[in-house]
C-alpha cells in the first residue's frame, strides 16, 4: 500500500481561492448565492469557501450545510449512519442559487442524495456544485461546475482529504 | 438495536444516539416537506391489544414522516374475553408484510415475550405493555428535558437534573421506563405517592421515595411529572379517597407556584384535570405537555430508525 | 423373555453386584433359566423403580396434553415404575367412575402403576366432600386425596376431609395457597415482581395453610402430606411441626430445588408454575431441608400442557412445567452432587418414601430377594437424555446440562425401557393376558 500527496496546504488554499473567484464571476447575481457544504468535510470547505467569496465581495454570503444520510439510496443494503445537522440560513434556498460544496466527486450519489434532500427544503433558482476533487468514475449523469483539482484515479485507489478542523492537517492523499 | 421493548434495552451510548437522532429529525417538521424518504418500502403495524389513539397516531405521524407504510391491527378482545392470541396476530402481521411490529398489549413483558419469542423475524418496538415498560414515552421524555436543560443539547446526558415523578407508580408503565432511563442518562429522580401506591421493592430502585409532594418539591426539583391516576385504584371507597389524593398528590395552583423559575411540568397524558393536575398549570408557560407530544414523533422516529438500521446490518 | 440377568450395577450408588430377575420378582442369580437375557450394567446404578406421588395426567379431558398412556410412557422415560394420577381432570376425579377409569387405563398401557388420587372436594370447589370412602374402597383402593390446583382452603372441610381419610387408611396431599392472598398471582411476590410488573404470590400464603393443616391434623390424629414445597418459611413451619410429633409428610419439586424466579425475568411462560419460583434461598433452603430429612421426598408435579397455552404472554399462560423425564438428572445434580444426600438415599425420597405415604406396597424392600421387580438403570456419567415421552413440551429444564440418562427402567419385571429408548406398547401391556 504506498500514500502519496497530491495536494498541500498551500495547495488547497490557492484552490479554494481560486474557486471563490470562479464562482463570483460565473454567478450574476452574488445577492442570490447560499453556500451548502455536505457533511462533514463539505461543510467545512463550505465555511472556507464563504470566508474567500465575502472577502472578494465585500458582503456575507448565507451558509448552511445539508446532511445527506436519510436520502442515500444504500440505506437498505449498507451500513446504516447517524444524521449530521442541516443547518438553512435564515433567508432559506427558495429562487437562491444553491452551491453545494463537498470535498472528493466520485460516483455522484451523494450529490444525488444532495439534490434529493433540496426539494424537501425548497425550490432553488438554480443549483451548482463546487468539489474539491474529482476523481472521476461517475455512476449518475452528474457533473461539477467547480473543480478544485481533477485526479483521474483508479478505482482501488483511495483519494482521502484531510482538513485541518477535523483531521489537524490539510492534505489530499492517493492511498493505492 | 434489533428490538426496543425495555429500556434496560438500551446502553447509555445507544440511548443518547437516539436522542440525537430524534434531534435532527425533529427539524424535519418545520422544512417545507416534513418527509424523508428513509423508511421508503418499509412497512410498520400497529399491532394494538389495547386501545390508545394517541400512542398509535404518534407512532403513525412518526412512520409517515419516514415515508414507511402503516398498518394498524386492533386486536378485540381483553385479558378477560381473550381474542386472537399474541402469537397468531404476530404471525399474521408479518405475512401480510410487517417489517416493524409495534406492540401494545395488556399483559406485562408482552413486548419481550413477542421479541424473543421466535414467532417473528422482524423487530419488535414496546408501545405499552401492562405496567412493564413504555421506552418510547420514557425517551420523549428525556428528550423534552434535555432540550430545556441544554442549550445545545447534541450528545449530552441528563446529569445534574432532578425530576420528579408523581401518581400510582405501582401501576405505572411511565414510571418504570423513566426511572430506568432517567438512571442511565444520570438524572436525579424522585417517586412521590401514596405508600399504598408504591411498587413493591421500590428501595431498591435508584431513586429517592417520598409520600410527602411537598417534601418533595421543597428540594426545588427541574422538572415534576404528573401521572393519570385511575379511577378505579382511587375509588371513594378505597384508600386513598379521591379528595385524599386530590389534597396531598394534586399539582394545584399553589403547588406550582413553589418550583424554582426553570422548571417544567411534564404529564404523559390524557389528563385528569382538576385530579392530579390543576387546569391552569396543564395550560400554564411552565408546561411542556404539548412539547413532550412533538418530541413523541422525533423520538419513535428515532426508534424506528434505529432498529430497522440493525435489522439492515 | 420374562427372565433378566443384570450384571455388574453399582447397586444403591453402592458395590457393584448382580441382579436377577424372574416372574416379576427379584430372585438369586441361580435361580434363572438359561433363557435369561443378560444386561451388562457396568457404570450403571440400579436403583428401585422411581415412584412419583404427584402427576398431572390430563386424561380424561384433556388428552391433547398427555394421556395415561403418555404420561406413563414420559414416566418410564424418567425411571418411574409408580406415578399417582391427580384429580384435577375434566371430570374431576371425585367419584369412582374418574379414579376407575384412570385406573383401567393405566393398566391397559401398562409401563407403570398408576395410581388415581381422588378429589378432596367435589369439583375441586371447597364446599362439599367427593365420594372418598367409595373411592378408597374401590378396585383401584385409592389411599391419596388431594383437590391439588386448588387448595381446600375451608378450615372446617379440611378437618373432616382429614378425620375420614385419616379412618381410610389414607393421606390428605394438600395444595397449600391461601386464595385470598394471591388473587390474580403470576410469580412470586417480592422486589423482581415489583419492578416487571407481575402480580405476587407471598410465601406467606403458602406458610399460613401449612401451619393451620399441621395443627389441624394433629387435633384429630391425622396425617398430612403437604404438596410442593416452595418456601424456606415452609421449611421451618414443617419442622417445627416434626418436632411436636405431627404425622406431617412434604415433597418438593425439582423445579423448586434447581430454578428460581430470575428465570421470569425475560417473561418465559415456561417459567409460570404454581407455586411460583421462589428467590435462590429458598432453593438453597429446600435442599437442605431434603438433607435434614425436613423435605421427606421428591415430587414431580408434572404438569404438561398444550403449546398454545404456553405461547402467549406470561400472565395469560397456564401454570405448569414437565418434570418426569428430568426428575432424577435434577435430584443427582442438586441434592447428590452438593452431598446433601448420597446416592444411597436417592431410593428413600424418590421411591419408597413415596410409595409409604401413599400406601403403595411393593416398595418396603427395594432390590431384595422376593420383591416385585421395579427397577431403574441410569447412567450418572452420561448426560440426561432429551425430553421425548410427554405429549406436551413446556419444558423448563430445556438446554441446562443434567447428569444421569435413564438406560433401563422395569416395573414388576416387566422390561419398559431399554437402552434408554422406550419399549413398544405390545411389549409391555398387560391387555394380552399374562406374561
Known sequence: ?176 | MKHLTQISDLSREQALRLLDVAWEFSAVAERRVPKLPTLRGVTMVNLFFEDSTRTRLSFEAAARRLSADVMTFQVHGSSVSKGESLKDTAQTVEAMGADIIVIRHFASGAAKRLADSGWVTGAVINAGDGIFEHPTQALLDAATLRQRHHQDPLGKDLAGVHLVIVGDIAHSRVARSNVALMATLGAAVTLVGPPELMPRGVEQWPVQVTSDFDEALATKPDAVMMLRVQRERIAPDSFPTPDDYRRRYCLSSARAATLVDHAVVMHPGPMNRGMEIASDVADSSRSVILDQVRNGVSVRMAALYEVWGDRRE | MSEYLIVGARVNGGASGDLAISHGVFVLPEELSRGASTLEAEGLVALPGLVDLHTHVRQPGGEQAETVLTGSQAAALGGFSAIHAMANTTPVADTVTVTNQVWELGRDAGYVDVRPVGAVSKGLLGAELAAISDMASSPAKVRVFSDDGHCVSDSALMRRALELVASLGGVVAQHSQDPALTRGAQMNEGALAGRLGLSGWPGVAEETIIARDVLLAQSVGARLHVCHVSTAGSVEVIAWAKSRGIAVTAEVTPHHLLLSEDMVAAFDPRFKVNPPLRRSEDTLALREAVGQGIIDIVATDHAPHPSESKDCSFEEAAFGMLGLETALPVVLHTLVEPGHISMGDVGRILSSGPAKIGSLRGYEFPLALGSPAHLTLVDPAQAANPVRGSLSSNNPFEGLALPGSVRYTFFGGIQTVENGHLCEPERVSRKKGEI
Do not use: W
Open chain 1, 1 to 176: 500500500m504506498s500514500t502519496h500527496a497530491v495536494l498541500s496546504q498551500s495547495d488547497i488554499e490557492r484552490t479554494l481561492r481560486r474557486i471563490g473567484h470562479e464562482i463570483v464571476e460565473a454567478v450574476p447575481d452574488c445577492a442570490d448565492v447560499v453556500l451548502l457544504g455536505i457533511p462533514t468535510r463539505g461543510a467545512i470547505l463550505a465555511a472556507r469557501l464563504c470566508a474567500v467569496m465575502e472577502e472578494i465581495t465585500g458582503g456575507p454570503i448565507p451558509l448552511g450545510s445539508i446532511d445527506v444520510t436519510m436520502f442515500r439510496d444504500d440505506i437498505a443494503t449498507g451500513g446504516h449512519r447517524t444524521p449530521a445537522p442541516t443547518t438553512i440560513p435564515a433567508g432559506g434556498i427558495d429562487d437562491k442559487v444553491v452551491i453545494l460544496v463537498d470535498d472528493v466527486l466520485f460516483s455522484g450519489r451523494t450529490v444525488r442524495a444532495a439534490l434529493d434532500a433540496l426539494t424537501a427544503l425548497g425550490r432553488p433558482k438554480m443549483v451548482k456544485l463546487a468539489v474539491l476533487v474529482d476523481r472521476g468514475h461517475r455512476e449518475l449523469p452528474i457533473r461539477a461546475d467547480h473543480v478544485g483539482k481533477n485526479l483521474p484515479s483508479a478505482p482501488g485507489e483511495r483519494i482521502t482529504v484531510k482538513l485541518v478542523e477535523t483531521d489537524g492537517v490539510d492534505e489530499v492523499l492517493v492511498v493505492s
